[in-house]
């Protein structure tokens, strides 16, 4: 039998990127991912003008669409596990309080580069939303 010590949990913490936009460039986008290292991703044409992409989380809902162009969907759930989201003091002593609150730079690799798509001028009508939470 194994005896586990410190911090237990019979969930884990993920961290998570849900993004959908219209494509502009849709080579310099897939070259641009895809030499990034961010493979979680789908290029669709809505049916009826309408795209939702659900995470554990959060959604995004898009009524809007274009039917006759091209979207980019991104759905990235991690699994860093507890330890990415508590603190441990100065004495060693695990901090059992998980700690959600994080900023793009916290997401693993360069994932956090698929916010600013628009920006780079790949994508217009751009949503992108990240957060971190338990994961079942």
């Keep these: 039998m194994k005896t586990r010590s410190g911090f ?6 993920s961290s998570f990127i849900l993004a959908v936009g219209k494509i502009k460039d849709k080579i310099g986008l897939t070259n641009f991912l895809d030499g990034s290292g ?4 789908d290029i669709v044409c809505p049916q009826k003008g309408k795209i939702q992409i659900e995470s554990f ?29 508590t603190d441990q003091s100065e004495d060693g002593d695990i ?5 959600y609150d994080i900023d793009s730079t916290d997401l693993p690799d360069n994932q956090h580069l698929t916010c600013d798509l628009e920006e780079l001028g790949f994508v217009e009508d751009f949503e992108c939303t990240y957060g971190a939470g338990r994961n079942g």
Excluded: A, H, Q, R
Aim: aromatic share 10%.
């Design 38 to 41: 961010i493979v979680d991703y």
């Design 57 to 85: 989380m959060d959604s995004i809902f898009k009524k809007d669409c274009d039917d006759k162009s091209e979207y980019i969907v991104i759905n990235i759930v991690n699994n860093e596990g507890d330890e990415k989201f």
């Design 95 to 99: 901090d059992t309080e998980l700690d």
């Design 8 to 13: 237990v949990s019979n969930s884990s913490s």
